[in-house]
């Protein structure tokens, strides 16, 4: 007799599989300016660890009394006064909309839609940068290096996020790597199917060399058999094209 798969137990939604958000700090978002304040003023109280996030957060209190929290930049540092706004100057951790933000520049938490909060290029390490301004919008040049045009109202910090070389340090040992995992709500250590026996995955069972049957799966599979490469449209490498 089988038993509920690892797919099945996580598609559930149980404790063991759900992300440990209650120890985050606050959600990195830019606060939103009144009409009456073309510049908002703020200064940066702490710089704070948020468990699950790979890149350093601030905590910035505006002199309206207001607070909030982004990735912090490189180069920022505590009591270190930051501008909102769109008359703000192009220095490194204030806020500005990208019409305002001069050409070559390097930015990071780019907003998508003009209030949205900055959703482009906050991992560790990531910008953009600001090729021209022309009538379609802003020309960015995005992490992967696509060119994108943006609206000129959306808002993003000036400077390259900080925390770069973190992903070039080891974990060294497993209690660093799982304790990162299970903030993240990921599993992990993770067992292929074919070393499992055939009752605990649909690819076990037999010698551990192959699983003996087709790994695709169809994305309407019940979740028993909704393992392996779900919907893909191809697998293994692709052909290159003949020429004629």
């Not at 109280?45 to 468990?51: G, M, S, V």
């Not at 290029?121 to 990531?126: E, F, L, P």
Request: with cysteine.
């Amino acid at each position: 007799m089988g038993k509920q798969i690892r797919v099945q137990r996580r598609g559930k939604g149980g404790s063991v599989f759900r992300a440990r958000t209650f120890r985050r700090v606050a959600p990195v978002r830019f606060p939103m300016i009144d009409a009456s304040h073309p510049v908002l003023k703020g200064t940066v109280r702490e710089l704070l660890h948020d468990p699950g996030r790979g890149t350093p957060i601030a905590l910035i209190e505006f002199t309206t009394g207001g607070a909030c929290c982004i990735s912090a930049p490189e180069g920022l540092s505590i009591n270190q006064s930051v501008s909102v706004g769109a008359n703000a100057p192009p220095d490194v951790g204030n806020i500005l909309p990208l019409g305002r933000v001069p050409e070559g520049t390097l930015i990071s938490s780019v907003e998508l839609r003009p209030g949205d909060g900055g959703r482009l290029a906050r991992a560790s390490g990531t910008y953009c940068m600001v090729v021209a301004h022309t009538p379609q919008g802003t020309e960015l040049r995005l992490p992967s290096g696509k060119s994108v045009y943006m609206n000129d109202r959306c808002r993003a910090i000036i400077g390259v996020v900080a925390a770069a070389g973190r992903t070039e340090k080891p974990f060294l040992k497993a209690g660093s790597a799982k304790k990162l995992m299970r903030s993240r709500g990921r599993v992990w250590p993770t067992t292929s199917g074919q070393k499992m026996v055939a009752a605990s995955h649909p690819h076990g069972g037999g010698r551990h060399k192959h699983s003996g049957k087709p790994t695709t799966v169809s994305r309407n599979a019940p979740p028993g058999r909704k393992v392996g490469m779900i919907a893909a449209r191809q697998t293994g490498r692709a052909k290159r094209a003949v020429r004629t």
